[in-house]
């Protein structure tokens, strides 16, 4: 098997689908983005971590870190389901930063032994809290919040916290299920960040999906936003077409010193239309951007899969790190300018086809006119045919590359719904499309035959094309190989 024994400096590309430019585990299973932050010069990116690569459970928090978001050092688990308030999973959760110290606060997932259906019995869902002086070091769990803090007219699907520091108070947003079948968030307030209290809620009207999954609400340029992942959405042609949705509703006229606020559904609007993405998580760095992480996969698929990873012995990764900013009044997104570092040597491409010898590289591609009805695009390979025509926008899979992937679609947003820009980052085995400039990403698997020659063609009346050989970002696993080390607990 690939890649089963790395201990030491390797470099992440190794393994035929393995990755260059994206996290992934070192073996296992990773998803939700969890506890990101930067802290003491470094940026942390926890993440879902199962040594059970085709389930993910139980889950631990693995851990990378970084200083520049370009050379990464894995370092184990940092927590484990390993007490009688998490005993089921480590589940997603956040991290704040204050006075030198970095407060993880996440969900113990248990379900006691019995015939229960976990939705109304049977489960707890405590909120946990463990803190470290050096983001490696974590103290004993303390529990903050157990099933009897939340509001009455909620099941016992409430998970997530992610907690912000706002007008020198602290929340906490929290995803619920309620039992009218409504998903909604729930927002605490603390002071010291040990005693929460319910301060109110946010949900829609009518229902808008029975569960809201890692929420994240925060303000991006004074306008709030709230990123959420509603299951149960119904499939509409061009939208909620994966099993779960992840996208944000534009909360405009929220405040925080008002009471329960009511989304409007119709400012619901994905983060990403392609196969492979949910859970995203946000923070602020000290360049004072809004920076995103999603997790490249998607929960409980059962229509396409990852089986050529799964039997490398790994499963999913993380999207890039991307930069979210407003375009006409909507939420868009772009990689880190870091990532342009990784380029290191423009690959000769002229005219509208080529093949690119490289396994990761970085397409940017301009159109010429603005003609909405026409078709434009790209191929690559045999595989994936990408093309906006008419006002929407198609990912399709022409081969099995796609283990099962086949069609998504969407409509194009700006009032002239041309193609007039794409970017394409091409990872081995994972591409993201980004649409006039980020104004619609997908984000998709793709398994082709080769993963060193891509032949490309491009679609439409092109102004300008770029290619970009990416090289690997550095990953460095030291002492802990491909094993999930367990906490390494005490301090504190
Ligand atoms: C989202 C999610 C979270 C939960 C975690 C468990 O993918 O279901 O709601 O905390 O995954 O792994």
């Given at each position: 098997m690939a890649d089963q024994n790395n201990?030491?400096?390797?470099?992440?590309?190794q393994g035929k689908y393995r990755l260059q430019i994206h996290l992934m585990p070192p073996a296992g299973w990773m998803s939700d983005p969890n506890g990101l932050c930067y802290f003491k010069h470094h940026y942390h990116v926890f993440f879902q971590y199962s040594q059970n690569l085709e389930t993910g459970k139980p889950s631990s928090w693995g851990h990378y870190s970084s200083p520049d978001l370009l050379h990464w050092q894995f370092d184990g688990a940092a927590i484990c389901p390993d007490m009688e308030w998490d005993r089921d999973g480590a589940y997603s959760g956040s991290a704040f930063t204050a006075d030198g110290k970095m407060e993880l606060f996440y969900t113990g997932n248990v379900k006691e032994k019995g015939e229960y259906d976990y939705i109304l019995d049977g489960r707890q869902a405590n909120v946990l809290y463990t803190v470290s002086r050096d983001g490696l070091h974590f103290s004993k769990k303390?529990?903050?919040?157990?099933?009897?803090?939340?509001?009455?007219?909620?099941?016992?699907?409430?998970?997530?916290p992610k907690v912000f520091r706002k007008d020198g108070g602290c929340y906490m947003a929290l995803g619920g299920r309620r039992t009218d079948g409504r998903g909604a968030a729930i927002l605490y307030e603390s002071a010291g960040r040990k005693h929460w209290h319910f301060c109110k809620e946010l949900t829609t009207r009518e229902p808008f999906?029975?569960?809201?999954?890692?929420?994240?609400?925060?303000?991006?340029?004074?306008?709030?936003?709230?990123?959420?992942?509603?299951?149960g959405l119904a499939e509409e042609k061009y939208r909620f077409q994966n099993r779960y949705q992840s996208g944000y509703f534009r909360c405009d006229d929220f405040s925080l010193r008002r009471g329960d606020y009511l989304c409007d559904r119709e400012?619901?609007?994905?983060?990403?239309?392609?196969?492979?993405?949910?859970?995203?998580?946000?923070?602020?760095?000290?360049?004072?951007r809004r920076l995103l992480f999603g997790w490249a996969g998607i929960p409980e698929e059962k229509r396409y899969g990852n089986g050529p990873t799964i039997r490398d012995g790994w499963q999913h990764a993380m999207t890039v790190p991307r930069e979210l900013f407003w375009n006409h009044g909507r939420l868009c997104q772009r990689p880190v300018k870091e990532l342009d570092e990784l380029r290191i040597k423009r690959v000769p491409y002229e005219g509208n086809s080529g093949m690119i010898k490289a396994q990761a590289f970085d397409l940017l591609v301009e159109f010429?006119?603005?003609?909405?009805?026409?078709?434009?695009?790209?191929?690559?390979?045999?595989?994936?045919?990408?093309?906006?025509?008419?006002?929407?926008?198609?990912?399709?899979?022409?081969s099995d590359a796609g283990c099962g992937r086949t069609l998504r679609s969407a409509r194009m947003r700006t009032a002239?719904?041309?193609?007039?820009?794409?970017?394409?980052?091409?990872?081995?085995?994972?591409?993201?499309?980004?649409?006039?400039?980020?104004?619609?990403?997908?984000?998709?698997?793709?398994?082709?035959?080769?993963?060193q020659e891509t032949a490309l063609s491009l679609i439409g009346p092109v102004s300008a094309a770029e290619v970009w050989e990416f090289k690997g970002m550095e990953v460095d696993f030291g002492e802990y190989g491909n094993t999930i080390t367990g906490n390494r607990g005490g301090a504190d």
């Amino acid at each position: 098997m690939a890649d089963q024994n790395n201990v030491g400096k390797v470099n992440s590309g190794q393994g035929k689908y393995r990755l260059q430019i994206h996290l992934m585990p070192p073996a296992g299973w990773m998803s939700d983005p969890n506890g990101l932050c930067y802290f003491k010069h470094h940026y942390h990116v926890f993440f879902q971590y199962s040594q059970n690569l085709e389930t993910g459970k139980p889950s631990s928090w693995g851990h990378y870190s970084s200083p520049d978001l370009l050379h990464w050092q894995f370092d184990g688990a940092a927590i484990c389901p390993d007490m009688e308030w998490d005993r089921d999973g480590a589940y997603s959760g956040s991290a704040f930063t204050a006075d030198g110290k970095m407060e993880l606060f996440y969900t113990g997932n248990v379900k006691e032994k019995g015939e229960y259906d976990y939705i109304l019995d049977g489960r707890q869902a405590n909120v946990l809290y463990t803190v470290s002086r050096d983001g490696l070091h974590f103290s004993k769990k303390q529990r903050l919040l157990t099933n009897a803090d939340y509001p009455a007219g909620y099941t016992l699907h409430v998970r997530d916290p992610k907690v912000f520091r706002k007008d020198g108070g602290c929340y906490m947003a929290l995803g619920g299920r309620r039992t009218d079948g409504r998903g909604a968030a729930i927002l605490y307030e603390s002071a010291g960040r040990k005693h929460w209290h319910f301060c109110k809620e946010l949900t829609t009207r009518e229902p808008f999906g029975y569960m809201w999954e890692c929420p994240d609400l925060f303000q991006l340029e004074d306008v709030w936003v709230l990123i959420c992942c509603p299951q149960g959405l119904a499939e509409e042609k061009y939208r909620f077409q994966n099993r779960y949705q992840s996208g944000y509703f534009r909360c405009d006229d929220f405040s925080l010193r008002r009471g329960d606020y009511l989304c409007d559904r119709e400012s619901f609007e994905e983060l990403d239309y392609g196969f492979d993405f949910y859970a995203p998580q946000t923070f602020t760095d000290p360049k004072g951007r809004r920076l995103l992480f999603g997790w490249a996969g998607i929960p409980e698929e059962k229509r396409y899969g990852n089986g050529p990873t799964i039997r490398d012995g790994w499963q999913h990764a993380m999207t890039v790190p991307r930069e979210l900013f407003w375009n006409h009044g909507r939420l868009c997104q772009r990689p880190v300018k870091e990532l342009d570092e990784l380029r290191i040597k423009r690959v000769p491409y002229e005219g509208n086809s080529g093949m690119i010898k490289a396994q990761a590289f970085d397409l940017l591609v301009e159109f010429s006119g603005i003609h909405p009805r026409e078709k434009r695009g790209v191929l690559l390979g045999d595989d994936v045919l990408f093309v906006c025509e008419n006002g929407c926008a198609e990912l399709k899979f022409l081969s099995d590359a796609g283990c099962g992937r086949t069609l998504r679609s969407a409509r194009m947003r700006t009032a002239d719904p041309a193609l007039r820009s794409l970017r394409v980052l091409r990872d081995t085995s994972l591409l993201e499309i980004y649409v006039n400039d980020g104004e619609l990403v997908f984000t998709t698997r793709w398994y082709p035959k080769s993963v060193q020659e891509t032949a490309l063609s491009l679609i439409g009346p092109v102004s300008a094309a770029e290619v970009w050989e990416f090289k690997g970002m550095e990953v460095d696993f030291g002492e802990y190989g491909n094993t999930i080390t367990g906490n390494r607990g005490g301090a504190d």
